[in-house]
């Protein structure tokens, strides 16, 4: 695996009575934000698996709700509500089912279980320029942003623990899937510039 986004939320995942598609983008918490973030990386997507997850807080300090979408051949989708369907059955099963997949975790832990071996970035519009940094030439990477709010200062101190990089896609706050969509962007870029012959569809 080359790429992992984790999305972190500010409220906690309402599923509680009988699911619908019906106002997904209030009733499960802008669990379509997510749905967007997935759906970007579906289209640029190169090689390999790419993981996209959302972690939603419980109720329980410091524990989250991880929504975990598996992109490979089969799982890639680009319809919104289809990836929604996907996801919210993902959260009934409380299991993998086949792209999807959940688990509660401590707040140490989701950078692990989303990123396991990957170098995290954490992406800030206060951070410093991205574009003067060498981190495209490295992989994999686990890229940490907020979903609608910004993440909590917990994640930050995890993530200045783990001396991970502060880097910004520019000074305004963006839509998360633009952010990835700019990332893979860029990623892409430089691999195929990189690769003898490449062809970067200019």
Not at 27 to 45: E, G, P
Not at 96 to 101: E, L, Y
Not at 171 to 195: D, E, G
Request: overall charge positive; glycine content about 8%.
């Amino acid at each position: 695996m080359r790429e992992a986004f984790l999305l972190f939320f500010g409220k906690p995942l309402n599923i509680r009575g009988r699911l619908t598609l019906r106002g997904y983008a209030s009733r499960y918490s802008r669990i379509d934000i997510l749905a967007r973030a997935v759906q970007t990386a579906s289209f640029l997507k190169l090689n390999g698996r790419m993981r996209v997850a959302g972690a939603f807080p419980l109720g329980e300090p410091d524990h989250y709700l991880l929504l975990v979408y598996e992109i490979d051949e089969n799982c890639r989708l680009y319809n919104e509500k289809e990836i929604v369907h996907k996801l919210l059955r993902g959260l009934i099963k409380h299991d993998r089912d086949g792209c999807v997949w959940t688990d509660t975790v401590e707040l140490e832990d989701t950078l692990n279980i989303v990123g396991r071996k990957m170098t995290p970035v954490r992406l800030s519009e206060e951070a410093r320029d991205i574009s003067g940094s060498k981190l495209y030439l490295q992989a994999p990477l686990l890229w940490v942003l907020g979903a609608n709010v910004d993440p909590p200062p917990k994640v930050d101190k995890l993530l200045e623990e783990r001396r991970a990089p502060r880097l910004s896609i520019g000074p305004k706050s963006y839509l998360a899937s633009h952010v990835i969509a700019f990332i893979l962007w860029r990623r892409n870029l430089t691999y195929q510039l990189r690769s003898p012959g490449g062809d970067i569809g200019l």
